[in-house]
């Protein structure tokens, strides 16, 4: 009986490679959720940015599965340990990932614009000063620079590049890193965008955000509330006083996450 998302004892390890945690969990719990729709989507390119111990990347491919054939995932990651240790993790569950050392998406550019239907993404999102971004090892999965914004907000041009007309984009976000201010960016290049999975923590609230592309976000702003809508119809947009309140627990935890991680 096929695996529905890796299995922690079959994921490969190293001393400088960010292991599965609580918002890897969220992720493929948000990825889980939306399981119907992705197979509905029919995808035929999937990518991991930043792939890690590969725990993400091969639960994606299982959840998917025989039901979606022919699917080619790709993965990336700055740490060259991270690629050998994702590549152990998916051999040990039978899956496949083409598996690329770099920063992003460095030198994939001009090959996959516009062909990814589904990026999935857990960034290094923790608040930290700005000398800690992009240290070689463990430190890349994690240090976010200010607001634990700077490799957020280089990823999002490069995943509105990437993704296909359909698209779609799930990316872990802290309270810190203001999810409604990059739910906004997002909706000025033409994305809706919904909250799959919110958790909380003793240490962090998470927030997994779907993006995917909507002309009238760009067009009439009118329509979105601050980009949090459903795609599928029937799903009830999320009322405005909840917005509110994420909005203002956004703002409000910033002061308790730098105390948190710094």
Not at 115 to 138: A, F, K, S
Request: hydrophobic fraction near 40%; proline fraction near 6%; glycine fraction near 8%.
């Amino acid at each position: 009986m096929p695996f529905r998302t890796a299995q922690i004892r079959l994921v490969s390890s190293h001393p400088e490679v960010y292991e599965p945690c609580d918002d890897s969990f969220a992720l493929v719990d948000a990825l889980l959720a939306d399981r119907n729709h992705l197979l509905e989507h029919h995808p035929t390119l999937c990518m991991e940015v930043g792939c890690g111990s590969g725990y993400i990347i091969t639960s994606l491919a299982l959840i998917l599965g025989q039901e979606a054939p022919g699917i080619h995932y790709i993965a990336t990651d700055t740490n060259p340990h991270a690629v050998r240790v994702t590549s152990e993790t998916l051999e040990a569950h039978g899956v496949h990932a083409e598996l690329i050392n770099t920063d992003i998406a460095l030198g994939l550019e001009k090959r996959l614009a516009g062909l990814v239907d589904v990026m999935v993404v857990n960034p290094p999102y923790v608040p930290t000063p700005e000398d800690e971004v992009g240290r070689e090892g463990i430190a890349s999965s994690w240090a976010g620079g200010e607001n634990g914004r700077s490799v957020i907000d280089r990823i999002l041009p490069i995943a509105d590049n990437l993704l296909s007309v359909k698209g779609w984009l799930y990316m872990v976000t802290l309270s810190c890193n203001n999810p409604s201010e990059i739910c906004l960016q997002m909706r000025e290049r033409g994305y809706a965008s919904r909250i799959v999975v919110q958790r909380s923590t003793e240490e962090e609230s998470l927030h997994v955000i779907k993006f995917w592309r909507n002309l009238d976000a760009q067009e009439d702003g009118k329509q979105m509330v601050l980009g949090f809508q459903h795609p599928i119809p029937g799903l009830p947009v999320l009322p405005v006083n909840n917005l509110k309140s994420f909005m203002n627990s956004s703002a409000s935890a910033v002061g308790d996450c730098r105390a948190s991680f710094i």
